[in-house]
């Protein structure tokens, strides 16, 4: 009768050990993520990977995630969702300009729900696509605000520039 007990308890580990894993919950890759969320924050390392291998495709370097433009495009999304408008490049790029940043430049825009969105509409559009191929740029910086009463939710600002003076 032991050995019975034995041979059963043997028998019951070893097809459990042929029985299938419990399946795991999928988890969206980040830049598939929504941003139109108030905590939201846009991966900026997934974004620099995304850019640089679209950039590497285009034989252009590859860039580095930059603190300061980090913060840079932080306060641009932040005052953009405020005003409840895209701003002007213009004054991102002269601002990272007087903060030694050489070549600026700045992809502005709003309405794109995941980082998936707002690459490829940047990669359509001619002037946003120029941004994301500026072969003097060396840093990025990215970053979204979300503004719930807006028509547009999520307000985007990338910023691109070469290193510092």
Request: net charge positive; hydrophobic share 50%.
């Given at each position: 009768m ?14 459990s050990?042929?029985?299938?894993p419990p ?5 969206a890759?980040?830049?598939?993520l929504?941003m139109?969320?108030?905590?939201a ?8 990977d ?6 590497s ?23 953009m969702?405020?005003?409840?408008k895209p ?16 070549a ?6 709003a309405?794109y ?5 707002a690459?490829?509409g940047w990669?359509e559009?001619?002037q946003?696509n ?27 600002a990338?910023?691109?520039a070469?290193?510092?003076?």
């Amino acid at each position: 009768m032991t050995r019975i007990i034995l041979l059963l308890s043997f028998l019951s580990v070893a097809l459990s050990a042929c029985s299938p894993p419990p399946p795991r919950a999928a988890v969206a890759p980040s830049f598939y993520l929504p941003m139109a969320r108030a905590d939201a924050v846009v991966d900026a390392a997934m974004a620099r990977d995304m850019i640089s291998a679209y950039r590497s495709n285009k034989g252009l370097g590859p860039l580095t995630v930059d603190p300061d433009l980090q913060a840079a495009a932080q306060a641009e999304a932040r005052a953009m969702a405020t005003a409840d408008k895209p701003s002007s490049a213009d004054a991102v790029k002269a601002q990272l300009a007087s903060a030694g940043f050489r070549a600026p430049a700045a992809n502005l825009s709003a309405g794109y729900y995941t980082l998936a969105e707002a690459f490829s509409g940047w990669r359509e559009s001619p002037q946003h696509n120029r941004v994301l191929l500026d072969p003097q740029a060396t840093r990025i910086g990215i970053a979204t605000a979300f503004t719930p009463n807006s028509k547009y939710k999520v307000y985007w600002a990338m910023v691109v520039a070469a290193d510092r003076r």
